[in-house]
């Protein structure tokens, strides 16, 4: 080991094509790896890749992927010296960036403290407010008991508002309230569900924006005080809150708008002491930005602002943890074109119904400007017990459209048999008239997918 770095072995505490991508990354870095997987992954492709694999339990999330002991052990069995957490699973969680720190491991991601922070929505908002970057009205302070109080804040704020848990995510925890009448009961229900799911009844309220679109600011930092953003991405292709298509950049956006608020997220990550990659999520309407979450990992869509900026997102992550300083300043950002970003799930095209299955066979697109990122390979079987989302098909082009017609020359290519996957509806969705102007809502796919189920 070259004893001037803090570790030479990278454990990855994920699966599926994020395990893939962070192990290339480690490649580049000469880094070695070590996989970890449930029994249900015993078969994953990339496992032949790793220095070393180990089992950590059974298919159940939380036996495996969420079990922090496991995966504290496998480090220690393993000699890894770094955790990259990937997105989901345990990548947002404080307490377990806290558990590998503590172990004397790096943890590829911001401290526990930054995590903690902006797990709390309340308390993400007010170190936004303190930042001067712009929230979507309404108090940034938990709502009291009293329904008095509470209707007061409301009709403050102006109907429709939305009440959300502090401790929410997933879309969860959340509703809409149109009118003072609905509002206590609404008020009762949230609370309820807020303490079910998150364990916490914590709530606060907000307007509710009814058009807006999904844009947000990709940010790098490292541990010397240093912040870039890395420009922004539209995610407003969204089904059930999850997102769909996503591009960079944003269209139809002033770029001079959209570097005043690249510069106000990169000043909130130094006020914080942020470290490492992250996403401001903000919801834009009528021409004003509303920030309401910051994601703590590096995102399913940071291809997209790869392929624009020519940075290794990834690669950056873990030489911030290496201790390194960023190796780019913001004069250094470029955007350079357009990339768009299709997720292929292994679902109906139609009823969005998960249909896993084993991968008889598999053509992958590929040529100028076309990049897929996925795990799978022929013969694979798909676990059933995860995530649909199988591969991410990405493309650049010079403009918009060259982006957008190298996408449907690569959907024609792309070729999975034996599980089902939504390509159709990519298609469908490209030639969309909303879609191709660059001016779709948040709703946009809810309402076009009620209009073919009633065709
Ligand atoms: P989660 O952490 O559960 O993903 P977010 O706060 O990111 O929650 O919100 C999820 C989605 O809910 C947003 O992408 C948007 O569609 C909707 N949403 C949240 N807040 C508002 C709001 N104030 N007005 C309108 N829609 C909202």
Redesign the pocket.
């Known amino acids: 080991m070259n004893s001037r770095l803090p570790f030479d072995t990278v454990l990855i505490a994920n699966r599926g094509e994020i395990a893939l991508r962070i192990l290339c990354a480690c490649r580049q870095l000469n880094l070695k790896v070590v996989c970890v997987y449930s029994e249900a992954d015993r078969q994953a492709p990339y496992l032949a890749l790793a220095d070393q694999s180990i089992c950590i339990g059974p298919a159940s999330p939380s036996a495996s992927y969420l079990n922090v002991e496991a995966i504290l052990m496998a480090a220690a069995a393993t000699g890894a010296g770094a955790i990259h957490p990937g997105y989901g699973f345990l990548s947002e969680n404080a307490a377990f960036a806290d558990a590998v720190a503590e172990a004397g491991l790096v943890f590829i991601g911001p401290s526990g403290d930054c995590i903690r922070t902006m797990g709390d929505?309340i308390a993400a908002k007010r170190a936004m407010v303190a930042a001067g970057v712009p929230c979507?009205p309404?108090p940034d302070e938990r709502l009291p008991d009293d329904p008095k109080v509470i209707e007061g804040i409301a009709a403050e704020i102006g109907y429709?508002?939305?009440i959300?848990?502090a401790g929410?995510?997933?879309?969860?925890?959340?509703r809409?309230i149109r009118s003072a009448t609905e509002l206590r009961e609404a008020v009762e229900l949230t609370r309820k569900e807020a303490a079910r799911f998150f364990g916490n009844p914590t709530i606060y309220m907000?307007?509710?924006?009814?058009r807006?679109r999904?844009v947000e600011i990709q940010v790098m930092c490292d541990s010397h005080g240093n912040a870039v953003w890395l420009g922004d991405r539209d995610?407003s292709l969204?089904r059930r809150?999850q997102k769909v298509i996503e591009e960079a950049p944003a269209p139809g956006i002033g770029r001079g708008r959209i570097a005043e608020i690249g510069e106000l997220c990169a000043g909130a990550c130094r006020e914080i002491g942020y470290s490492g990659a992250g996403t401001f999520?903000f919801?834009y309407e009528d021409g004003a930005f509303?920030f309401?979450?910051m994601n703590t990992r590096v995102q399913v869509e940071h291809p997209v602002t790869e392929m624009v900026t020519g940075i290794d997102i990834v690669a950056e992550q873990i030489k911030v943890a290496l201790g390194d300083e960023l190796s780019i300043c913001q004069e250094d950002v470029r955007c350079d074109g357009h990339s768009i970003e299709c997720r292929i799930n292994a679902e109906d095209p139609y009823t969005f119904a998960p249909r896993p299955g084993r991968v008889t066979a598999l053509a992958l697109p590929g040529g100028p400007g076309v990049r897929s990122d996925t795990h799978l390979a022929l013969g694979y079987e798909i676990p059933t017990h995860y995530d649909s989302m199988i591969a991410k098909v990405i493309t650049h082009g010079r403009s918009r459209g060259e982006a957008i017609e190298r996408m449907q020359g690569a959907l024609k290519q792309l070729r999975i048999e034996g599980p089902a996957c939504n390509a159709l509806l990519h298609a469908e969705l490209l030639e969309d008239d909303g879609f191709v102007s660059g001016n779709i809502d948040?709703?946009h796919l809810e309402h076009l997918l009620a209009e073919r189920a009633s065709r």
């Open positions: 929505k979507v309404g429709p508002v939305i959300k848990a929410g995510g997933g879309g969860r925890g959340m809409i907000e307007k509710f924006l009814d807006p999904h995610c969204q809150h999520e919801l509303y309401i979450e948040i709703h």
